[in-house]
């Protein structure tokens, strides 16, 4: 790993940056990074102190001031840059995801993937910052919108997706103009620092002024200062509900804008029109890939009756055949826990599950031995539950799959909307009544909801985010680049005289 680190430019490992500029240099407090793939201590981090807090929002400030001022399609080009150089650090910082996070390698991966597909998006994007044109009442008169940036825009990522989350918020939030100021999870500080060092050399290439991306490290009470900061005017916070509860309150407090995008507890219902090839495999990937822990893995299966003991079976079987271990050899399919807390949540969830009469249909544990000394690894586990289960209304980050049985289909969709959370949800059928209901405005109330394939996976082109508890914000593809613009609507009055709108007269 510490070849991989070289590769990717961090040897002097500490924080409080903006571009290129290293602010604080070992001293102060500091987060250590273990692998919660073999336990061991990676790195030291050290944090973003008050002092270097405040001169780098200082830097970001004068940073914007020029590079709004830079064409929307020369900053597209920049960004172009960007993903030339992740497309040539894939293999490293997918390395790095992997082993600092724990996920597979291929997901470690996929989610520079996706950091490179948005860097593309965006680049498009950066002649496509469309506003409307209107038809004024009045004669003689123009209207029209336009969209301008913001300001300085701040980051605040989870530890599951240590690297995509920031890019999909940065590319959109660069390409309108602004600039930003990432706090990422204390549990993945490497992941950030990887992904600003190679960012800062495609901007000193490119002469941007200093102070465009800005890295903070620390927990969340560094988090906590961005929701509270009035030079920070759009918060995208991406994390748990209790956080975007916090951050929700203190943006909204100063009238700030925030984007939320907090937890899911996704669903997919299984009809008897069910292709099972399709759903077992969907079913399988969202509830044990990144072992469970994605916003949008699946939790809860909803199953038809009649079909109920073959999915069943058909789960059993898969399940058997899956490798836990280490997330770089390729040959395992599930890889660790973060860390030993969440190990906890997910003991604490089965203990919850026993205790609520839930059926054990292959029963989870705490791995232990050789290949599991981090302590982080989990047995993935299907436990059929009752649908009012106060477990099942909870998203508990780990690899855990309720099994819920329905008869109508109506109640079915009552199911899946019974829980706070509306991120994503999957209907799995053939049956071409069920799927449009399932997406008509009686259906799911869920941001996402898909048809024969699962919760998880989510492209770049679509926007990203959820409902209810899950925040209501959207990110990534589609129109989510107005959220980090300010809307002007303007009016041109070219002829000789000013009629008022709404035909009101005004003589003097
Ligand atoms: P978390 O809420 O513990 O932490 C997320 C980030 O918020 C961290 O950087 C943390 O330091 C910061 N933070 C925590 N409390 C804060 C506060 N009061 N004020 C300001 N900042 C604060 O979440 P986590 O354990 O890192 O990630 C898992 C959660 O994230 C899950 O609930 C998951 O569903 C959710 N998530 C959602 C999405 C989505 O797009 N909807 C994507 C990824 C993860």
New binding site residues.
């Given amino acids: 790993m510490q070849n991989i680190l070289h590769q990717l430019g961090i040897q002097a490992i500490n924080s409080g940056t903006s571009t290129g500029t290293w602010w604080e240099e070992e001293k102060g407090e500091f987060i250590e990074s273990f692998s919660p793939v073999d336990g061991k201590k990676i790195a030291t981090v050290f944090c973003t102190s008050h002092a270097a807090y405040n001169l780098i929002i200082n830097k970001a400030e004068q940073a914007f001031k020029e590079w709004r001022l830079w064409p929307a399609p020369r900053r597209g080009e920049v960004i172009r840059q960007v993903g030339e150089a992740l497309r040539k650090n894939k293999d490293e910082l997918g390395r790095l995801v992997s082993y600092e996070m724990g996920k597979s390698l291929q997901e470690g991966w996929g989610e520079v993937q996706e950091m490179i597909d948005i860097c593309d998006f965006s680049v498009g994007l950066s002649r496509q910052l469309h506003g409307l044109t209107m038809h004024s009442e009045r004669p003689g008169h123009r209207m029209y919108e336009q969209w301008h940036p913001l300001g300085i825009v701040g980051i605040?990522?989870?530890?599951?997706?240590p690297v995509a989350?920031w890019s999909w918020n940065t590319m959109l939030a660069w390409v309108c103009g602004n600039v930003t100021i990432w706090?990422?999870?204390?549990?993945t500080p490497l992941c950030a620092v990887a992904c600003q060092k190679i960012v800062a050399d495609v901007f000193q290439k490119n002469g941007l002024p200093e102070g465009v991306s800005n890295l903070i490290t620390g927990?969340?009470v560094l988090?906590?200062k961005?929701?509270s900061d009035t030079h920070v005017p759009l918060v995208s916070?991406?994390?748990?509900?209790?956080?975007g509860k916090?951050?929700g309150a203190?943006v909204g407090g100063r009238l700030g804008r925030s984007l939320l995008?907090?937890?899911?507890n996704n669903a997919i219902i299984i009809t008897p029109d069910a292709d099972l090839n399709i759903a077992i495999r969907a079913a399988i990937f969202g509830a044990v890939g990144t072992a469970g822990?994605?916003?949008t893995s699946t939790r809860r299966l909803i199953i038809h009756e009649d079909i109920f003991e073959t999915v069943k079976d058909r789960l059993v079987a898969a399940y058997s055949q899956l490798q836990i271990g280490n997330p770089l050899d390729e040959a395992n399919h599930v890889g660790p826990l973060i860390d030993k807390s969440a190990v906890e949540q997910y003991q604490h969830a089965l203990e919850q599950c026993r205790k609520e009469g839930g059926i054990f249909i292959i029963e989870g544990k705490v791995l232990e031995g050789d290949r599991f000394e981090s302590g982080c690894y989990v047995k993935p586990c299907i436990v059929a539950v009752k649908p009012d289960s106060q477990i099942v209304q909870q998203?508990t980050?780990a690899p855990i799959l309720y099994l819920i049985t329905y008869r109508d289909f109506e109640e079915a969709i009552a199911i899946q909307n019974s829980v706070p959370q509306g991120?994503s949800s999957a209907i799995m059928t053939l049956n071409l009544r069920e799927a449009e209901q399932f997406l008509s405005v009686t259906g799911s109330d869920c941001g996402i909801a898909n048809v024969n394939i699962g919760t998880s996976g989510a492209e770049i082109g679509g926007a990203?985010?959820?409902e209810k508890e899950?925040?209501g914000g959207r990110?990534s593809g589609s129109d989510a680049w107005k959220n980090y613009m300010r809307r002007q609507t303007n009016t041109i009055n070219y002829s000789s005289i000013l009629p008022l709108a709404q035909g009101i007269k005004f003589e003097i």
């Fill in positions: 605040i990522s989870a530890f599951n997706f989350v706090k990422p999870s204390e549990k927990d969340k988090g906590e961005i929701a916070a991406t994390g748990s509900t209790r956080m916090s951050v203190a995008e907090l937890g899911g822990q994605r916003c998203e980050f991120l990203f985010g959820g899950t925040g990110e």
